[in-house]
């Protein structure tokens, strides 16, 4: 009875049979199962390669229009430094030149204050703000504008150089930060180009097939590189660049109408300078001449003077003469008259006639004086004039010898060169 009730480890066939279907069922599920998480998976694993694709398309693209910018701004940039350069060196050329004029310069307003200061050496009536006095304090004053200018604009020059060379080193800093950012930019297209590139973005560790990251083949870290110059997008690198290009346009501009300002002012000046240098000697010449013209005359003069005081002399000494001649002619009458004071009438009338004949000689004495006084007073004139002619004839040989050989030797040196 025992036995009939312990159960038996044999099945019935449709148990088995069951059996079998459910293990059929399960294996058909998880097959089915298996198969639609392959089929996902492969649908994943294809989107993701398209939209990788795609977006690697992307960044060669952008990549390579970012290369396209750089390298036109490279030019661009390179190409300014150029002229940079060029108005730096044209600019140096204008600062030397202004050097050299106006060591010129001063050196001849230097002899112009010198032959100034010669003049003022005339005495009296010499001492005049004659023509050439006017040329030469016009002259004077010419030249010290011109100073004034060429110093003014030398300080625009410099000032002008000093924006250039910093704007240069701005440039050059500027070309050097493309260069490198042009280099990053290869280097990560290189890197994008590499298959073990896109496995290496979700660097694994424990991975299979970790080995072909770039870090470990470039030697680079995979974190995001910093773009150089510090700068947080391709517009602000934009911004940038276009801002140092315009301004490397305005100040080569600025100094291409300073070169010009400066190269056509040292011309006018220079034509200015000698113009007025010409104008100048011309006086000095005309001033000369005339001072010549002047001293002859007086030469001429004086020498009719001294001849005048000869002849009056000798006039003089003849009257004095005729005077002492008279005066005893005069004495003897007197002793033979004195004696028939007493005589008869019959003597009268021969006293009469010695009388009348001593009246009429002490008349002719007494012209004869009046004539040697007016002779000696026009002596005494002539010989006054004489001395003055002979002190304006001092003054004027001394005023003809600065300008003739002073002045106008020292102005045979003023020469105006166009530097």
Known sequence: MSNCVKSSDQFTYAEWKANQMNVLLGAELDRASAERLTNETKRYIDEMRQASQHSDQRAEFSQERRMEEVRYWQNELNMKLDQIKLAINDLSSIDRRLDKAMDSIKENCHIVHKCLEARKRRKRIYLVYDPAEKQLCKEREIIEGVLALHCKTKSQVNDQLRLLRKLRHDIEKDVLMKLTNFDVEMESSEIRAKKAAIAAYNYDPNCEGAELCPCKLEGHCCQKTKKPGGLSSISDWLTQVKSVHTEAEKQRQNAANLTSIADSSLKQTKDDLQNIKVATDDAFRERIYELRDHKAKMEDHLQKVVKQIQEMETTSQSLINEINIYTKKLTFEQSKIQPLQNCPQNLLDSEEVLVTNYCTNK????????????????????????????????????ALTIDDYECLPMRQSIKYFLY
């Open 363 to 398: 008349g002719n004495v007494e012209k004869l004086k009046d004539n040697l006084a007016c002779v000696q007073c026009s002596l005494k004139s002539l010989q006054c004039r004489k001395v003055e002619v002979e002190s304006d004839l001092k003054l004027c040989t001394e």
